[in-house]
């Protein structure tokens, strides 16, 4: 459970804010005085602190200095009768998250509340990579570990090592669940900007037209509903770290925005006039290829370029799958220590199946999956029934996982085909096609013909045919009749 420490000396408001987190789930703590709050802080951690601006004896701007001074990561709220942008400038100067005006507005309250414990969560939550931090299989509270032993994932953890400490922009890589914002949570607990704000956006699930504000910030009157300064991520995020998930879904309009605070640590907020100077290190992710994007028009090479300083791609779950024991483990250890379960392990037949699954959502799947059967479980082994893979093939008719996953490829692919095959296009690529089918086939059934047309769907003589054009050279020493390991 998540704790909310309330501090207001108005006992009506403080009744409202009570009932109201109460009811989400939160647990909520109240004082009525800046020096109370400062005594609740000193024997308890809160998840997120509601502070109001003007109180008698220490008001909130003297209460929100000490409280910087020992809850360095913890998200403060101001809560203010007195809207002007001084109040707004001078909390988030201090060190405030944001602030909201009074009378609340019930959805805004819920909504910044909801965000600022989200940062808090990303902030304290550790992530910690083989070498470093975290050598248990079930890492202490407040750590989450990324696992995986392949060669790809001992090069990932490599980066994240030598470039953990520099000041410079990282572009992460990779299919959609391989892990990406762990990656960049991961550089970023182990910079130095580990004592100051961490801040994600997902590019993808904000509106175009909102996304500018929310970076930027915008001025009072600067368009119909802004009736106070809002202050932007960027402003927030001081000295610290601002993780851009999925920005390749990001609009150009605002790429070129986002481009300038990278060249020259400035940006204006939305409706003003004044430079405003920061200092934020940029970790970006995208499971899209971005040079592709590029080409297309669709993303700004100037930024491209900029943002890949450094580089990290992430492979996927299915070119690593000697990773699945140790991810299994990791995760059932995980989530029965969550959900207080007594599950030890699983079942070899339910390994096996996890194992010979391609894993389209890659490690999110499998988190998801395993979650799913802890839940479950009558007792303490995860047996292979209790395994729901949603796109599993074998669950699926005509092979449908094995199409999707082919189109997804081919997606990838086909701006180059078309950019090299010239004009004839539909003929090149076909050519292109069926002999690679062909000489995979041929190999996989060691050159038996007869074998290889069957699998094939076509005739001997069609294959001959092909063979000939093709000029594949077929071994001349091997009977065309010849049983091999897989027809005999």
């Known amino acids: 459970m998540e704790n909310i420490l309330i501090v207001d000396d108005d006992e009506g408001l403080v009744h409202f804010l009570d009932r109201f987190f109460a009811k989400q789930g939160y647990g909520v703590h109240v004082c009525n005085s800046g020096q109370a709050a400062l005594e609740a802080l000193a024997n ?16 909130g701007l003297d209460t929100l200095r000490e409280v910087r001074r020992s809850q360095i990561k913890t998200p403060v709220i101001i809560m203010t009768a007195y809207g002007t942008t001084d109040t707004a400038i001078e909390t988030m100067k201090l060190g405030a998250y944001d602030y909201l005006l009074k009378p609340f507005d019930r959805e805004e309250l819920q909504r910044i509340a909801a965000d600022a414990l989200e940062v808090n969560r990303l902030m304290k939550e550790v992530v910690s990579f083989p070498g470093h931090i975290c050598r248990p299989s079930t890492p202490p509270k407040g750590i989450v570990k990324i696992v995986g032993n392949h060669r790809r994932m001992q090069e990932v953890y490599k980066l994240i090592g030598q470039v953990a400490g520099k000041n410079v922009t990282i ?33 993808a699930a904000i509106p175009e037209t909102l996304l500018e504000s929310e970076l930027f910030g915008y001025e009072r009157g600067a368009f119909t509903g802004a009736e106070r300064t809002h202050i932007g991520k960027f402003e927030r995020c001081q000295d610290g770290t601002m993780f851009f998930d999925e920005i390749g879904d990001m609009p150009l309009s605002t790429q070129a925005k986002v481009l300038r605070v990278l060249q020259y640590g400035e940006f204006e907020r939305l409706g003003g006039k004044e430079n405003i100077k920061v200092n934020v290190r940029t970790i970006a992710a995208t499971n899209k290829n971005l040079e592709k994007e590029v080409e297309q028009g669709r993303f700004r090479e100037d930024l491209y370029w900029r943002l890949k300083v450094i580089s990290i791609q992430l492979p996927p779950l299915r070119e690593r799958l000697e990773d699945i024991p140790p991810l299994v483990e990791y995760f059932v250890s995980r989530f029965s220590e969550e959900y207080q379960t007594p599950i030890r392990y699983v079942a070899d037949a339910a390994m096996q199946k996890l194992k010979s699954h391609s894993w389209p959502g890659n490690v999110r799947e499998l988190e998801n999956c395993i979650r799913r059967a802890v839940l479950l479980s009558l007792g303490d082994v995860i047996l292979e029934e209790y395994l729901k893979l949603e796109s599993d093939q074998q669950d699926l008719p005509n092979g449908s996982q094995l199409m999707a996953n082919i189109d997804r490829k081919l997606d990838e692919l086909i701006p180059d085909i078309l950019h090299l095959s010239g004009e004839k296009t539909h003929a090149n690529v076909i050519d292109m096609v069926e002999k690679t089918l062909i000489a995979k086939v041929l190999k996989r059934c060691g050159y038996n013909q007869v074998k290889a047309a069957r699998m094939l769907g076509i005739s001997r003589n069609t294959l001959r045919h092909r063979i000939k054009k093709f000029q594949f050279n077929v071994p001349p020493d091997f009977p065309k009749n010849a049983k091999t390991p897989e027809t005999e």
């Open 171 to 203: 572009l992460i890589m990779g299919e959609s669940g391989t892990g990406k914002e762990l990656v960049a949570r991961a550089i970023y607990h182990h910079s130095h900007r580990k004592d100051k704000p961490f801040l994600a956006i997902n590019c």
């Open 44 to 59: 308890e951690q809160f998840d997120l602190i509601l502070l109001d601006y003007k109180m008698p004896g220490l008001n």
